[in-house]
């Protein structure tokens, strides 16, 4: 698959020497940074500047890490977090997928490297769309001919990328609506846990199985919320819509 075209990346981290790498690193691919070294200015640029993805430290002043990602998604960002931290430990890694980041990058890592998760991390968001924009349901699906998916009270439209519970939508990640639509596909019956790193991470080569739960913990919460179809696990096999309209 071709690269993407050239991004504007928000860089958080509040190491002037590596924001000025990471800089030097993704410039050489035409790639425009945006910069914040501190939590509260990086979600003020975001804001501001509407980036495609961000590239997120955890350890800075103010808010750090962890609340920076949950901050932009309570606020409806759908563009890529991938974090990029020092912090090697298994729960520092569990915690920011949970809270929301696509991604985690330990330092150091080498340019090739970084790139490749930069390529990655664009694959799987929206396409066609402005990136940044908050509520936007969007993920690669099917032609603008496709009709809706139904599953009880449970609505999604696959030409749109939107999703609703009866009348009222529901604001979901990509990776959130492709793991969702996956599931309606199903019909009720269990897809397996391969089929959902297949669905929800397309064109990866070899996902990580850890990164199924935040998301499906994630998208549990939302539907429940909405009082949509439940989700439910079969440990250690996979996952399964349930809704008692459904026969």
Known sequence: MSPPGPLRILVV???PAMVGAITAL???????????YDGLTAVR???????????????????????????????????????VSG???????VRALDLGADDYLVKP??????LARI???MRRAPRGAPPGVPGELLG?????????????????????????????????TPIEYRLLEALVQAR????????????????ERDPDPLWLKPHLARLRRKLEAAGGPALVSVRAVGWSLRDEEVA
Request: hydrophobic residues 40%; aromatic residues 4%; negative net charge.
């Open 13 to 15: 981290d509040d190491d």
């Open 26 to 36: 993704v410039g050489t691919e035409g790639h425009q940074v945006v910069t914040a």
């Open 45 to 83: 640029r975001w804001r501001e500047e509407s980036p495609d993805l961000v590239l997120l430290d955890l350890a800075m002043p103010g808010p750090d890490g962890f609340s920076v990602a949950h901050q932009l998604r309570a606020e409806g960002a759908q563009i890529p977090i991938i974090v």
């Open 87 to 93: 912090e090697r430990a298994e729960a520092a890694k």
């Open 109 to 114: 890592f080498g340019k090739q490297e970084l």
């Open 119 to 121: 390529r990655a991390a």
């Open 140 to 172: 690669p699906g099917r032609g603008r001919g496709s009709g809706p998916l139904v599953f009880g009270r449970l609505a999604l439209e696959p030409a749109r990328h939107e999703a609703r519970v009866g009348d009222a939508p529901l604001v979901l």
């Open 188 to 203: 009720g019956e269990l897809v397996g846990h391969a089929g959902l790193l297949a669905a929800g991470w397309p064109g």
